[in-house]
């Protein structure tokens, strides 16, 4: 099938402010775009493009004073086919873990592994290993958090998601995260867009995702806590240690955030 994708943001600026945008679809996708996802902004200004240590593609501009809008629109190929299941993928012991994905065992800025190590030993050390310690980390999480943008806060960390209970789906990712780190299975942020393809109505927002990837059985899995289920359509932007390393925008001075909007849509058949 064929997705089309793209957002519409719009910035307001008192002053020209420097950023550093994540929006382009990552680099282990753009083999399937149909028509590439170029940045667009108006006013016009340069962009500097590079790709992070995690693969991310990043554009550099620097914004003038007043408004300025940022879009793109793209079309990306995709199976159609749900998130894979390999229920019989094996955890790896630490020793025998290639080495670059170590870094996704250790804490981070949202996913304080000290702080939940001993919480996470006593609620899930008796679960097997492998994919099924995965898949009830991912259940207690989607049950024991509320769900809510009204819960969305940019400094809260998995110790408060845990504590509070309440978040978004980066909040879910990072609590899911932080547990299996502290099991001893690397795991890793994604976020990007994902569709309602397949799903029956109402439909949700449409948002940017959040979820995480565990590295089991040689390979890298999706898991999603906050929607507990495989999807279609699922396409990554960035990823990381957590959502440091993936934020769609990191902006170095004032503004304000006017529009947003993402849009993700089937393609029919002709």
């Given at each position: 099938?064929?997705?089309?994708?793209?957002?519409?943001?719009?910035?307001?600026?008192?002053?020209?402010?420097?950023?550093i945008l994540t929006l382009n679809v990552h680099s282990s996708?753009?083999?399937?775009?149909?028509?590439?996802?170029?940045?667009?902004?108006?006013?016009?200004?340069?962009?500097?493009?590079?790709?992070?240590?995690?693969?991310?593609?990043?554009?550099?501009?620097?914004?003038?004073?007043?408004?300025?809008?940022?879009?793109?629109?793209?079309?990306?190929?995709?199976?159609?086919?749900?998130?894979?299941?390999?229920?019989?993928?094996?955890?790896?012991?630490?020793?025998?873990?290639?080495?670059?994905?170590?870094?996704?065992?250790?804490?981070?800025?949202?996913?304080?592994?000290?702080?939940?190590?001993?919480?996470?030993?006593?609620?899930?050390?008796?679960?097997?290993?492998?994919?099924?310690?995965?898949?009830?980390?991912?259940?207690?999480?989607?049950?024991?958090?509320?769900?809510?943008?009204?819960?969305?806060?940019?400094?809260?960390?998995?110790?408060?998601?845990?504590?509070?209970?309440?978040?978004?789906?980066?909040?879910?990712?990072?609590?899911?995260?932080?547990?299996?780190?502290?099991?001893?299975?690397?795991?890793?942020?994604?976020?990007?867009?994902?569709?309602?393809?397949?799903?029956?109505?109402?439909?949700?927002?449409?948002?940017?995702?959040?979820?995480?990837?565990?590295?089991?059985?040689?390979?890298?899995?999706?898991?999603?806590?906050?929607?507990?289920?495989?999807?279609?359509?699922?396409?990554?932007?960035?990823?990381?240690?957590?959502?440091?390393?993936?934020?769609?925008?990191?902006?170095?001075?004032?503004?304000?955030?006017?529009?947003?909007?993402?849009?993700?849509?089937?393609?029919?058949?002709?």
């Amino acid at each position: 099938m064929q997705i089309r994708v793209g957002y519409e943001l719009e910035y307001s600026c008192p002053q020209p402010t420097p950023m550093i945008l994540t929006l382009n679809v990552h680099s282990s996708r753009v083999a399937d775009l149909v028509s590439v996802d170029h940045i667009t902004t108006v006013p016009a200004v340069p962009l500097d493009q590079y790709r992070d240590g995690f693969g991310n593609w990043c554009s550099r501009l620097v914004a003038p004073e007043g408004d300025i809008r940022i879009s793109t629109s793209a079309v990306i190929r995709d199976s159609g086919l749900p998130d894979e299941v390999d229920i019989f993928a094996q955890q790896h012991p630490i020793e025998d873990l290639p080495a670059n994905t170590l870094v996704y065992l250790l804490g981070s800025r949202y996913c304080e592994t000290d702080r939940l190590s001993e919480i996470a030993w006593q609620l899930f050390h008796h679960s097997p290993f492998g994919w099924e310690r995965v898949q009830a980390i991912c259940n207690f999480v989607h049950t024991h958090i509320r769900f809510g943008y009204e819960y969305s806060s940019p400094t809260k960390t998995a110790w408060e998601v845990f504590n509070d209970r309440t978040g978004v789906c980066r909040d879910f990712a990072h609590l899911a995260i932080a547990f299996c780190r502290c099991m001893n299975i690397p795991a890793r942020y994604c976020t990007g867009y994902l569709s309602d393809i397949g799903m029956t109505p109402p439909y949700s927002v449409m948002d940017f995702a959040a979820w995480m990837e565990v590295y089991l059985g040689g390979r890298w899995h999706i898991f999603d806590p906050r929607n507990n289920e495989r999807r279609c359509g699922r396409i990554l932007i960035a990823q990381g240690r957590d959502a440091a390393d993936a934020a769609i925008s990191n902006t170095f001075g004032a503004n304000t955030l006017k529009r947003f909007i993402v849009h993700r849509d089937e393609i029919p058949n002709s």
